[in-house]
């Protein structure tokens, strides 16, 4: 007799991408946008933090638009961090672009087509529009399926009420898909759109609270609706200019958002496309939501893109423009002049500058615990101290790197809590910079092409 074979049943666990910036839920700050010292991911950088938070608030209201604000800081911190939770805090109506500065230098495109599009990306149309809908709650569903399979198509009945109401609706074979797909059956709220036929399940009547076996945890009860079953309801569309320009300029419509491939887009179809909107706008059809957009890496423009942005800036739609940068006083790139964060002096004059400052001691290592909470990492308050002094002499990124290192290196010789050896071990097998540095210095005539011999001669010789 053979034998029978049991497969290996894997439980199956969903992966979740841990970031840089995963642990951002928001800037940190109360009702009255003070800072909180620990807040929603966010520790120290208490007066960025509340710069951010105004802001916000001034988005939010609309009081603002072709503004710019400048984040500058040193290496790690935390500059991205407060631009992350300035998109966390708008929330998802808000639209917020990112964009590094070098994503601008490619093949397919001008490097101010890509700033424009950026710039459309950063402002929303919420769109208006008045729809018929069908909406009550479901008495019965009766599907009549032919006796001989392809005979005919299936027919049926569906009944619907209203607490003042109740009618009964001939389905065709369309609507029997829909309600099949929807897993509609007697006791839930639907809603029907009579122009499209799409069927939404809005949730199941409280009247069947008590019908467990037709219940799960994510049951949400809602109550029957009131008045008539056909209403005229107010739907509102957010899209973003840039899709509306992708729809028209595009012979495959919307699916060219979903393959990437929008390319470069004429300056007429955007003209007529701003007409159109402006239309919505005194009809009450539509209202522009002006957005952020956020450039990293704000030293990597040229001179051409700081001339685009400057003029970009004073168009009427324009959004909130807010760009980081950790340099100091370097080359503007395009020319052979300097300037603070190699920003042109007419463009830094329109920006609001938000200053960060070095993390101290006591704010790494609370850094240190969200980040070893975030990735899930349990470590002895030995080994913290050690990480935290670590950050304070190296830099915090480097620190933050140990992290997951330290566990696996815990793993390895079977063990639960991340301790002082693990971190040794890891600090000893990855450098950071100063010690590569301390190396290279080091060993600099066994590598190739070593410049700093070359550097010495030529000091000493204008020494002597």
């Not at 300035?86 to 672009?97: H, V």
């Not at 470069?264 to 159109?276: L, S």
């Not at 002895?380 to 190296?394: M, P, Q, R």
Request: net charge negative; charged share 30%.
């Amino acid at each position: 007799m053979a034998e029978l074979k049991i497969s290996d049943m894997r439980d199956l666990t969903r992966i979740e991408r841990i970031g840089a910036h995963s642990h951002i839920r928001g800037l940190g700050l109360d009702s009255s946008l003070e800072p909180r010292l620990t807040s929603e991911g966010m520790v120290g950088q208490t007066s960025a933090r509340k710069a951010a938070g105004v802001i916000v608030k001034m988005v939010q209201e609309g009081k603002i638009a072709g503004r710019a604000v400048l984040l500058a800081g040193q290496p790690g911190t935390g500059k991205t961090a407060i631009a992350m939770g300035m998109a966390k805090s708008l929330g998802q109506e808000t639209p917020f672009a990112m964009l590094a500065g070098s994503e601008l230098y490619s093949l397919e495109m001008s490097k101010t087509e890509a700033l424009m599009q950026a710039f459309r990306k950063a402002i929303g149309v919420r769109i208006k529009e008045e729809a018929e809908v069908i909406e009550g709650e479901v008495v019965e569903v009766q599907i009549d399926r032919p006796a001989v399979a392809g005979a005919a198509s299936k027919t049926g009945k569906l009944t619907l009420k209203t607490t003042d109401m109740e009618t009964v609706y001939d389905l065709g074979a369309k609507m029997i898909e829909g309600l099949g797909k929807e897993k509609v059956q007697s006791g839930d709220v639907i809603a029907i759109d009579k122009a499209s036929g799409k069927i939404t399940k809005l949730g199941r009547s409280f009247s069947r609270s008590r019908d467990y076996d037709a219940m799960g945890p994510q049951t949400k009860f809602v109550q029957c609706p009131e008045g008539e079953l056909q209403k005229r309801k107010e739907i509102v569309h957010c899209v973003t200019l840039h899709e509306i320009d992708v729809i028209n300029s595009r012979t495959q419509g919307f699916l060219a958002l979903f393959t990437g491939d929008t390319g470069e887009i004429r300056a007429e179809v955007r003209e007529q496309i701003d007409t159109k909107v402006a239309e919505w706008r005194e009809e009450g059809k539509a209202e522009i939501v002006p957005g952020v957009l956020f450039i990293d890496e704000v030293h990597m423009l040229d001179i051409e893109c700081f001339s685009f942005l400057n003029r970009a800036l004073e168009n009427d739609m324009a959004p909130i423009l807010v760009v980081a940068t950790n340099r100091g006083i370097t080359t503007i790139r395009g020319t052979n002049y300097r300037s603070p964060h190699g920003i042109p002096i007419d463009f830094l004059d329109r920006l609001l500058i938000i200053s960060t400052q070095p993390y101290k001691e006591e704010e790494i290592r609370k850094i240190l615990d969200i980040r070893c909470q975030e990735e899930d990492v349990e470590m002895s308050e030995d080994a913290k101290v050690l990480l935290t002094k670590i950050g304070v002499n190296t830099s915090l990124r480097y620190a933050i790197h140990l992290i997951t290192s330290a566990a696996l290196a815990c793993q390895k010789r079977k063990g639960k809590i991340v301790e002082v050896e693990d971190i040794t071990r890891v600090y000893n097998l990855f450098y950071d910079v100063k010690r590569s540095t301390q190396y290279l210095m080091e060993y600099q005539s066994q590598y190739m092409f070593n410049q700093v011999e070359a550097e010495e001669d030529e000091t000493t010789a204008m020494v002597s």
